[in-house]
Structure formats: structure tokens, C-alpha cells
T-cell receptor
Framework: KAGVTQTPRYLIKTRGQQVTLSCSPI?????VSWYQQTPGQGLQFLFE???????NKGNFPGRFSGRQFSNSRSEMNVSTLELGDSALYLC?????????????FGPGTRLTVL | EDQVTQSPEALRLQEGESSSLNCSYT??????LFWYRQDPGKGPEFLFT???AGEEKEKERLKATLTKKESFLHITAPKPEDSATYLC????????????FGQGTTLQVKP
């Protein structure tokens, strides 16, 4: 079974721009969560989508948004980028049928904001 | 508020020198405690999920245990390839996949 895939793997943007990241979950997984990882804050939860609906949201500003499509693929968008948005963005997928008891992460997208 | 604290922050071991990593948690209604391994520049790799106090799981040189307040990841006779950051996370009550992570323990195993 193919794992979680994320594209692109690396991105360089400048302040004020916006960016869209993509995540394809493991086949059959309908829950997709997004996390931001930085050296200072560690892994922080951004939001979770299930069946095209946002089910949970972390403490991030409204510049961070996401969506999920009918095939469970998910995208996250960051508008008006700031230097502090430089981070590794990770998505994880899990299966409701297995009670979310196994959550698998993708390789991440490394975003650098200049 | 749900909280996860891992210790130590960093650990250096000689090859073959066994040790344990600690994960203390406070969560309202634990629905699972997760252990991950993360190599530099990569996404976390799922290791174990524990659900109730007294539960243990093993994988090669790793053994995870769970009590009501903390979890331990025991590493027996580690090898240099076990060098990585080990992350602990909890999922609390509620029908969601949201995880709360600790800061991680960076393990270095020297030959």
C-alpha cells in the first residue's frame, strides 16, 4: 500500500506571497491532519479534515486554511506569508474504521520564507 | 489542558548501552499514546500505539510501556542506526485524529 505523499517537497517563497501544499492520504483513509514542525515549537496541530469537513482546528491565525476533496486528498493554504511560517509542514492520515489508532505521516513539505 | 513532556531532551549512548526515554502526559480521557521515530528531514515514522495502563508493545530493540501518567520507550542494546528523534503524542477523548506531541528526545548511539 502506498504511503502518504506530499507535494511539493520543498518550497521557497517571499514574505507576502501565498502557498498551497498538497497531501494524498493512504488509500482508504478519510481523516487527514496537518501539522507544523519548527525547532522551537515542535509539532503543532493545524487542522483535521474528515469527509471534506474541517473537524478540528489548532491555534493558528486565519491565514492558515485547508480543504479536503471527495477523494480524501487535502490541501492547505497559507496566505500573506511571514518569516515565521518557515517550517516543515506534515500531513498524517488515519482510518476511522481503525479508530485512528494508527496515524501515518508523509515526508513533509519544507517551506522557506525569505 | 492536554500536555506531553518528554525527557531527556537529548541522550547519547554507546552501542549496546540500554536506556529508557520518558513521556509524561496529562490528558482528559486518553484515547491512545503514540510513539514515533523521526530521522532528520523526514516525516515521523509510526512505531506504537498504547491504549491502557499496563500495556506493552515491542518491535526489535524497542519496547514501549504505559502507566496512568507516563510512558517509557526502552531501547535494548541500541545500534547506531537507532539514532533519531523519538516523539511521543497523545490522542484525547473525542472522535478525532488530533494528536498532541511532546518536544521529542534526540538519541545518538555511538559505535
Amino acid at each position: 500500500k502506498a504511503g502518504v505523499t506530499q507535494t511539493p517537497r520543498y518550497l521557497i517563497k517571499t514574505r507576502g506571497q501565498q502557498v498551497t501544499l498538497s497531501c494524498s492520504p493512504i488509500s482508504g483513509h478519510r481523516s487527514v491532519s496537518w501539522y507544523q514542525q519548527t525547532p522551537g515549537q515542535g509539532l503543532q496541530f493545524l487542522f483535521e479534515y474528515f469527509s471534506e469537513t474541517q473537524r478540528n482546528k489548532g491555534n493558528f491565525p486565519g491565514r492558515f486554511s485547508g480543504r479536503q476533496f471527495s477523494n480524501s486528498r487535502s490541501e492547505m493554504n497559507v496566505s500573506t506569508l511571514e518569516l515565521g511560517d518557515s517550517a516543515l509542514y506534515l500531513c498524517a492520515s488515519s482510518s476511522e474504521e481503525r479508530g485512528y489508532n494508527e496515524q501515518f505521516f508523509g515526508p513533509g513539505t519544507r517551506l522557506t520564507v525569505l | 489542558e492536554d500536555q506531553v513532556t518528554q525527557s531527556p531532551e537529548a541522550l547519547r549512548l554507546q552501542e549496546g548501552e540500554s536506556s529508557s526515554l520518558n513521556c509524561s502526559y496529562t490528558v482528559s480521557g486518553l484515547r491512545g499514546l503514540f510513539w514515533y521515530r523521526q530521522d532528520p528531514g523526514k516525516g515521523p515514522e509510526f512505531l506504537f500505539t498504547l491504549y491502557s495502563a499496563g500495556e506493552e508493545k515491542e518491535k526489535e530493540r524497542l519496547k514501549a510501556t504505559l502507566t496512568k501518567k507516563e510512558s517509557f520507550l526502552h531501547i535494548t542494546a541500541p545500534k547506531p542506526e537507532d539514532s533519531a528523534t523519538y516523539l511521543c503524542a497523545v490522542r484525547h477523548s473525542g472522535n478525532t485524529g488530533k494528536l498532541i506531541f511532546g518536544q521529542g528526545t534526540t538519541l545518538q548511539v555511538k559505535p
